[in-house]
């Protein structure tokens, strides 16, 4: 895997909306209308943006998957962080959900313990290129990474069918969330044995 520059970026969002396109959690803030696909790619780019500022944005080596890992403690707030979360409320949320994705937000903040963390947001896969092992690839480089950090790894799926993919590489379920859908998170520990 590659740290991606920020010419990087529009590949970076393509495949994140692409891969989320049906996601139960995205679409839970993401207004949904008749522009519902450019909002996701509103909030990949959002996300790219916070990922490059506050932590890491990274591209396999073949350039068909990619990850967002931001470092929580890292993240400060500037007049650009605040200009970016109106252009997400504006080009992704809209303004009826802006309540709604906020609780989410502070629930979500509330259950993950505090502690130096590395946060894998967002982990993708060009749709063209999936189940070729491009994904096991990316993230086990990315556990590397996390050791070489000192980080345990923390996210949050609601894609039923990738529990037993994380569980693989020895994440662990420690909490569940009822919203209109189950939000499972994951925790990966230090030192635990790779495939």
């Not at 890491?56 to 931001?70: E, I, M, N």
């Not at 967002?122 to 290129?129: K, R």
């Not at 990474?145 to 994440?171: A, C, M, V």
């Amino acid at each position: 895997m590659k740290k991606a520059d920020y010419n990087d970026k529009s590949l970076v969002v393509d495949i994140l909306t692409k891969s989320f396109d049906t996601n139960q959690s995205v679409n839970y803030i993401v207004k949904q209308d008749n522009n519902r696909v450019q909002r996701v790619s509103a909030l990949m780019d959002y996300s790219f943006e916070v990922c490059y500022s506050f932590g890491d944005v990274f591209l396999s080596d073949d350039k068909k998957a990619c990850a967002l890992v931001t470092y929580p403690d890292k993240k400060k707030t500037s007049l650009k962080s605040i200009l970016l979360d109106v252009k997400l409320i504006f080009s992704a949320v809209g303004l009826k959900n802006i309540k709604k994705t906020l609780a989410r937000e502070s629930i979500i903040n509330k259950i993950q313990p505090k502690e130096l963390k590395y946060y894998l947001w967002f982990i993708g896969v060009n749709p063209e290129y999936q189940n070729e092992g491009i994904g096991s690839v990316l993230l086990n480089e990315i556990i590397e990474d996390s050791e070489d950090k000192k980080r345990p790894i923390y996210l949050e799926t609601s894609t039923l069918k990738n529990l037993p993919w994380y569980q693989k590489f020895g994440f662990q379920i420690y909490h569940e969330l009822d919203l209109s859908y189950k939000l499972f998170f994951l925790k990966r520990e230090l030192n635990k044995k790779q495939i």
